[in-house]
């Protein structure tokens, strides 16, 4: 009988305020930007052997702000800005539920990242959260990964969870280089 395949790495990422300027509950695609230096910390990551895999709280579908039809317009749309400059994630997981609805697959909750480690047969031991929020980070701690804390978008001022990164770093570009560095080790 053959040996299993070794699990795969992967690096989560939050959208909003780290692959995108932050702005309370984007939901027109003029309000979409892609922040400076994403795009080749994507290709950077997945140069270095890791699975790039977004993982989203949306409750503003929940909340009625924006419906799911715009909320895939919006992904269309980064997909596609990205792709202009060679970049691009293996999956986009987004949880559309309300914060009261404690729904598994929003953020602290791992539902998203199971899913993911399902799909590509990845390590959760073995890969790392990047995110903006003491949210993003305790997720990371949750499900097993190394977290990383950007000081865009909130920058970990959002306040809710005492949990503490690994890393701060300045952006994602940053983050992607820590993470490679620390990898190559």
């Not at 070794?6 to 027109?28: M, N, S, W």
């Amino acid at each position: 009988m053959p040996a299993p395949k070794p699990r795969r790495r992967a690096v989560f990422l939050d959208r909003d305020g780290v692959l995108v300027r932050e702005v309370d509950y984007l939901r027109e695609l003029s309000q979409l930007e892609v922040l400076p230096g994403v795009p080749a910390a994507l290709k950077s990551l997945r140069r270095a052997g890791f699975k790039v895999i977004v993982a989203t709280n949306q409750s503003g579908v929940a909340r009625g702000y924006f419906s799911l039809t715009r909320l895939r317009a919006i992904h269309r749309e980064l997909k596609k800005r990205l792709a202009r400059s060679g970049a691009r994630w293996d999956a986009l997981y987004f949880s559309p539920h309300h914060p009261d609805e404690r729904h598994p697959w929003r953020k602290p909750g791992v539902g998203m990242l199971k899913a993911a480690a399902r799909r590509f047969r990845l390590d959760l031991k073995k890969s790392y959260f990047v995110g903006d929020t003491t949210t993003d980070v305790q997720t990371a701690r949750n499900a097993g990964c190394g977290a990383v804390l950007v000081r865009t978008g909130k920058g970990g001022r959002d306040g809710k969870h005492a949990a503490r990164p690994d890393k701060t770093c300045r952006d994602l570009s940053a983050a992607a280089r820590w993470i490679v560095a620390r990898e190559e080790r």
